[in-house]
């Protein structure tokens, strides 16, 4: 059974969570290797997942690393 994105957010939170503390969220992204991840997990699961993790980060911070910092580094 593919992980549900609580399961997945507890698994993989701390490590991401660690990563956003060292570089700050305006240096950050929250990404996915779909449609070849689709083979572990739903894209729902894991989006909802990555949402989980980034919940304490206030909206502004959110904004950068599920926008921002992607549209700045790639030049869209």
Not at 4 to 24: D, P, V
Not at 53 to 75: C, K, L
Request: hydrophobic fraction near 35%; proline fraction near 5%.
């Amino acid at each position: 059974m593919p992980a549900r994105s609580g399961e997945l957010a507890e698994a993989q939170g701390r490590c991401y969570r660690h990563t956003i503390e060292c570089f700050g969220p305006q240096r950050c992204m929250f990404e996915s290797n779909f449609p070849m991840d689709r083979r572990s997990l739903p894209y729902v699961s894991y989006w909802n997942a990555m949402k989980k993790i980034a919940a304490r980060y206030s909206e502004g911070e959110q904004h950068a690393m599920f926008h921002d910092t992607a549209a700045r580094v790639y030049r869209i």
